[in-house]
């Protein structure tokens, strides 16, 4: 069930790293090098299927762009926010 734009933002306040905007939650991440990048990836892409559920993604050398969203709703669901949740134990930003 697609999640109202009000509560998407509650929800975002516990991610910091995430914007929601196009009907979807997007995230950039940037690392050290590009096999820190790929590593992240690869971790990302388990948690993806253990979930079933899949990200726009794309890299380049060193930063990962992430967007989510659930494509029947046409719009963001509790399954964007499960993956993303995912997604924030395994990428975590340098400053913490």
């Known amino acids: ?3 109202s734009e ?3 933002e509650k929800r975002l ?3 910091p790293d995430w ?3 196009e ?3 997007h995230a950039e991440f940037e690392f050290d090098n590009f ?3 790929f590593s ?4 990302i892409a388990f948690e993806c299927e253990a979930l079933n559920h899949h990200p726009n993604w794309s890299n380049v050398y060193n930063v990962l762009k992430i967007s989510l969203s659930t494509h029947d709703v046409n719009g963001v669901t509790i399954k964007d926010f499960k993956l993303a949740e ?3 134990t395994i990428v975590v930003p340098e400053d913490e």
Not at 40 to 43: C, F, G, K
């Open 23 to 25: 009907n979807a939650l």
């Open 86 to 88: 995912a997604i924030a």
């Open 6 to 8: 009000e509560d998407i």
């Open 40 to 43: 992240a990836m690869s971790r």
């Open 13 to 15: 306040l516990h991610f």
């Open 1 to 3: 069930m697609k999640i």
């Open 19 to 21: 914007e929601f905007y």
């Open 35 to 37: 096999k820190d990048c």
